[in-house]
């Protein structure tokens, strides 16, 4: 990646961690609050294939590690996981698909958070298990499918700086993506 | 796609992976848990003025919408308030007498009282940051002497302890999330147990009570203050809402809810600046 690409994803990773940490909080259903970290490894997994995912979800989830009250650490694992799991996963489907982006932010949102909330189980937080798992799972499939749209803009600005179609990540050998 | 290609990209995801558990080693490592509580203290150092420049500007405007939606129950609830206000300042003259008995009695016992510690008094800025803990984060931090395993009132009752304290803010783990553990008595004394929290679940269980204690609906559970608790004695904890006794089971089933009221968010707590005796 470029050093203008890295300066835009941790301009992108701020102003997420600012929206999140103020207007966010605020949007409370049933005591949960949406989740905006989730969506930045599924956009860039989604754009520029999985192991940029994987990297973004890793510096995201940690900036986001930096201001959370779980485990320092936990959101950047589940984080690289997820953008990883996404780009993978996403391999084979048409990544111009319009329902694309709604259907992997919903599932891929949920799927981290339950992997968070087990992980943290396993590391001995085991509040984190004693959620309400609906209400949490409702809040964010439906605040993600949402919340997607802009962040992909964002994300998009961030990765491709030129407008161009290059991966960022070399990518010898594999097609020029059509975006 | 090339096979250099695809070990590389497992190779990173690899690396990253190896990163993060280490991250996460070293912080719940309490050897080495400083490392990661010095690099968020910074980072929140950094945060939290830009974190309240825009809550600063957004408040106004959000307050505007929700003030001209909510008008009438806002002025109802300003009333009630007020009336409550006047009810406690006549119970707190009645109050003063017995208030100065108790403290001379636990001063010449060298009993920590809770009227009679510092306390600080910080605002509340945000709440549950997390959808898997019930924590508050507060305004002071270390610099106003706010320090890790401090207890915090409000709201009528206690409502948690200090888990991480920065330059400026701090986490307060509040008294209804999974990982909290409260020593608790009844006024006179013969309920003793530990008050669990349950998550971000408005109740909580009573613990350790053996069967056949007399309990009632309604009664108030304190900290207990034993030798090496986390808290002063005589702060109201929770009240006793439900219970029962299962046949054969080793305790009480009993339910409670907390004193402070944590249904609605934290507006100002009090830290109280006391440290268990080791």
């Known amino acids: 990646m470029s050093g203008r690409v890295l300066l835009r994803l941790a301009l992108v990773t701020l102003v997420l961690l600012v929206i999140q940490s103020t207007l966010m909080l605020s949007i409370r259903i049933r005591g949960v609050h949406p989740d905006l970290l989730w969506l930045v490894p599924i956009t860039a997994a989604i754009l520029d294939g999985p192991e940029t995912g994987a990297i973004a979800g890793f510096w995201s989830g940690l900036a986001f590690d930096l201001i959370l009250p779980t485990p320092f650490g936990l959101s950047a694992l589940v984080g690289c996981i997820?953008?990883?799991?996404?780009?993978?996963?996403?391999?084979?489907?048409?990544?111009?698909?319009?329902?694309?982006?709604?259907?992997?932010?919903?599932?891929?949102?949920?799927?981290?958070?339950?992997?968070?909330?087990?992980?943290?189980?396993?590391?001995?937080?085991?509040?984190?298990?004693?959620?309400?798992?609906?209400?949490?799972?409702?809040?964010?499939?439906v605040s993600s499918a949402l919340l997607v749209i802009p962040v992909n803009w964002a994300m998009r600005w961030a990765l491709f700086p030129d407008g161009t179609s290059r991966s960022l990540v070399s990518a010898h050998g594999t097609r020029s993506r059509p975006w | 796609?090339?096979?250099?290609?695809?070990?590389?990209?497992?190779?990173?995801?690899?690396?990253?992976?190896?990163?993060?558990?280490?991250?996460?080693?070293?912080?719940?490592?309490?050897?080495?848990?400083s490392l990661t509580s010095g690099v968020k203290s910074v980072a929140n150092s950094i945060f939290s003025p830009l974190r309240g420049a825009v809550v600063d500007i957004l408040s106004p405007i959000g307050n505007f919408f929700a003030g001209s939606l909510h008008y009438g129950s806002l002025q109802t609830e300003n009333e009630k308030l007020q009336a409550t206000i006047g009810r406690l300042r006549a119970e707190q003259t009645e109050k003063g007498f017995e208030n100065a008995q108790l403290r001379n009695l636990t001063?010449?016992?060298?009993?920590?009282?809770?009227?009679?510690?510092?306390?600080?008094?910080?605002?509340?800025?945000?709440?549950?940051?997390?959808?898997?803990?019930?924590?508050?984060?507060?305004?002071?931090?270390?610099?106003?002497?706010?320090?890790?395993?401090?207890?915090?009132v409000a709201a009528g009752g206690?409502?948690?302890?200090?888990?991480?304290?920065?330059?400026?803010?701090?986490?307060?783990?509040?008294?209804?999330?999974g990982q909290s553990r409260v020593g608790v008595t009844s006024a006179d004394g013969v309920v003793t147990g530990t008050v669990d929290g349950q998550g971000t679940d408005a109740t909580m269980t009573l613990d350790q009570v053996t069967p056949r204690t007399p309990v009632h609906k309604g009664e108030v559970m304190f900290t207990s203050g034993l030798d090496a608790s986390a808290y002063p004695p005589g702060i109201p904890?929770?009240?006793?809402?439900?219970?029962?006794?299962?046949?054969?089971?080793?305790?009480?089933?009993?339910?409670?809810a907390p004193e402070a009221d944590l249904s609605r968010p934290l507006a100002y707590v009090d830290v109280v600046q006391w440290e268990p005796t080791p």
């Open chain 1, 82 to 141: 997820l953008g990883y799991a996404v780009g993978s996963a996403t391999k084979a489907v048409d990544r111009e698909a319009t329902w694309l982006m709604p259907v992997a932010a919903v599932i891929g949102s949920v799927a981290a958070d339950m992997l968070f909330a087990v992980l943290g189980g396993i590391f001995g937080q085991r509040q984190m298990v004693q959620i309400d798992f609906v209400a949490v799972v409702a809040v964010v499939a």
């Open chain 2, 1 to 33: 796609m090339p096979r250099s290609r695809r070990s590389r990209r497992t190779l990173t995801v690899i690396v990253l992976v190896v990163a993060s558990l280490t991250i996460i080693s070293i912080d719940l490592n309490g050897r080495t848990h």
């Open chain 2, 107 to 152: 001063a010449l016992e060298h009993l920590p009282y809770l009227q009679s510690l510092p306390t600080v008094t910080a605002q509340a800025v945000d709440q549950n940051s997390s959808n898997f803990t019930s924590t508050v984060t507060i305004n002071k931090g270390r610099g106003a002497g706010v320090d890790v395993g401090m207890p915090v």
């Open chain 2, 158 to 177: 206690l409502a948690g302890l200090v888990i991480q304290s920065f330059h400026n803010s701090a986490v307060v783990q509040l008294v209804n999330d």
């Open chain 2, 237 to 256: 904890v929770a009240r006793i809402v439900a219970f029962h006794t299962t046949p054969g089971a080793v305790q009480e089933t009993i339910t409670v």
